[in-house]
């Protein structure tokens, strides 16, 4: 692929938006990642997603398919997910076939000294092995990442072991990454007497590794493996994830539930989702800052819980009240407490915006923060 090739501009492009957004991630001034545990939980699937683009990338040194959401998400439409998770799981198999790379590189040579032509055909098996390799290592986002535990404590007024939970799911439809993360407390007798101590806080003698893979109770743990990947499309409202999550477990009572939508992604000359945006950004100097990232946080949180009621005849386990802000129209169409919409841009491109008296305009209720010279600047 060629500097001025569509499929490298993109790669380069977006290749720089992830890595701009990680360094947002680790800005200890990051208005929104503030908190250690939200910014090393992003950081896993931004990892994921840029792993995912070397592997797309490497993939078309020997398979000319791939498509991108060009007029929506920006991001790769659903089917090469899907083709990536299929690889990932015939990697071995497939590598076992394809010569080491230190034997492909000696038959390039040879082929090279002896034809004085490009060897196409050992190229390809290259590509296809670093293809391989990469994707073998599963660290790509697939359709969907399944849950893992990354915190539990206990609520002192409830005295239940609470666990933070984390999984993440390429949507099919808007050909979106999301992530999510939820605040679950757990009422399960056997879970409360083994990890709630005598003093009320979390019982020091019984040890948990974490992350642990999956919910922390293991007699929920598949179960809720199936509900997450069952209801993380992006169509659902964060209210109504968290809802089904509070009808589908009795003893799971779920406090919080955290969504973030990465992207649109925008990219000049190539996505064409926003005439405005790529006519400004058609007129950046260097591709490779010629883009514009963002993303929405959703959160909903639970106001209150309603107790179980047992009668002689009927039962009803204990349930919550998620807040919903009506007061906010956006809050209330997403079905959210609260919500935060942010923007990321290298700052020649914001320049451009600025300069053409478009940024007021296009930035209008989001959070910009401008990648220059490696650090963030934010509430510009």
């Known amino acids: 692929m060629s500097a001025n090739d569509p499929a490298t501009r993109y790669f380069e492009a977006i290749a720089s938006a992830l890595s701009g957004l990680d360094v947002f991630l680790r800005d200890d001034s990051s208005p929104l990642y503030r908190h250690d545990l939200i910014a090393k939980v992003m950081g896993e699937y931004i990892g994921r997603l840029e792993n995912s683009f070397t592997s797309w990338r490497n993939r078309l040194g020997f398979m000319e398919s791939f498509r991108i959401s060009r007029a929506e998400s920006g991001f790769p439409v659903f089917q090469n997910v899907l083709e990536l998770e299929n690889d990932r ?12 790379p230190e034997a492909l590189r000696a038959e390039m040579a040879d082929f090279i000294l002896r034809q004085k032509a490009m060897p196409h055909a050992l190229r390809k098996a290259m590509a296809e092995r670093l293809y391989l390799e990469q994707v073998s290592s599963g660290q790509v986002f697939g359709p969907f990442i399944l849950p893992k535990t990354i915190r539990v404590s206990v609520n002192p007024k409830t005295q239940r072991p609470f666990y933070v939970v984390h999984w993440g ?50 007699e929920l743990a598949h179960q809720f493996d199936d509900f997450a990947e069952k209801n993380s499309a992006y169509t659902l409202t964060p209210t109504t994830i968290a809802t089904n999550l509070d009808k589908d477990f009795e003893t799971l009572h779920p406090k919080q539930l955290r969504r973030v939508v990465l992207g649109p992604f925008y990219s000049a000359g190539i996505t064409e989702h926003n005439s405005t945006v790529q006519e400004v950004l058609s007129k950046v100097r260097k591709p490779q800052n010629a883009w514009l ?19 002689l005849f009927s039962r009803q386990p204990a349930r919550e009240e998620f807040y919903i802000n009506t007061d906010d129209l956006e809050a209330a169409r997403m079905g959210v407490s609260s919500y935060e919409k942010h923007a990321l841009i290298p700052h020649e491109a914001y320049q451009a915006l600025y300069a053409a008296g478009e940024a007021q305009q296009i930035f209008s209720g989001y959070q910009v923060h401008i990648i220059s010279n490696g650090q963030v600047i934010t509430d510009v």
């Open 89 to 100: 799981s015939s990697a071995d198999k497939r590598l076992a076939a394809i010569p080491e």
């Open 169 to 218: 799911a390429f949507d099919g439809t808007a050909n979106l990454p999301l992530v999510y993360m939820a605040t679950l407390e757990d009422s399960s007798d056997g879970l409360v007497r083994q990890l709630v101590g005598p003093d009320g806080k979390l019982n020091e003698k019984v040890p948990v590794p974490l992350p642990v893979d999956g919910l922390l109770n293991p």
């Open 293 to 311: 990232l963002t993303w929405t946080v959703q959160e909903v949180f639970s106001k209150a819980e309603q107790p179980a009621k047992r009668g």
